[in-house]
């Protein structure tokens, strides 16, 4: 297993959209970076979490944080454990009462949840080695990144999140 972070959201050609996973040893633009195609509203989860931006109503992954705080368990670890067809599977390790708990999530769902937690995230060395891709970002990318997402959180509307 490799520890990664979320080197950032980005939008691929047709207008999809990727998290993106870097390991925590490697600088932007070295080494490989883990993208994920993910929904729009899981996007946006990651992100909020990530900049620790703030939302007018919680979002289903602070639904998740406050169950677990509810609950008295703690989501100590998140892995990206394997691929197949071009799906990505993850799962959640919960620290309970009644002992360590792994529970089956989206990876989107288990980074979004991480993300709030500071819960540790890892890929599977094999993930890695099978879907990483070189790393060619840099620096004025992720701060245009940066500034796109602060204008989305500027105009963004409470009804855009109705489910």
């Known amino acids: 297993m490799v520890q990664v972070r979320v080197a950032g959201v980005a939008l691929d050609a047709s207008g999809q959209h990727v998290l993106l ?23 946006t989860s990651i992100l909020v979490a990530v900049e620790n931006a703030d939302v007018p109503r919680p979002l289903a992954h602070d639904l998740m944080r ?3 705080v509810a609950l008295d368990a703690v ?28 529970v089956d999530a ?19 060395d094999e993930v890695m ?10 620096d004025t990318d992720a701060a245009e990144r940066l500034d796109e997402f602060k204008k989305f959180l500027d105009d963004v509307e409470p009804e855009d999140f109705d489910g």
Do not use: H
């Open 66 to 68: 406050a169950m677990l």
């Open 21 to 43: 996973l870097k390991p925590v040893d490697q600088m932007p633009g070295d080494g490989f970076v883990l993208p994920i195609w993910i929904g729009q509203l899981e996007a």
């Open 75 to 102: 989501a100590t670890r998140v892995e990206v454990t394997r691929v197949e067809d071009g799906t990505f599977y993850a799962e959640v390790t919960l620290s309970t009462a009644l002992g360590d708990r792994v």
């Open 129 to 138: 080695a099978e879907a990483g891709v070189p790393d060619v970002l840099t």
């Open 106 to 124: 989206r990876p989107s769902d288990a980074i979004a949840l991480a993300s709030r937690v500071g819960a540790a995230m890892w890929v599977a």
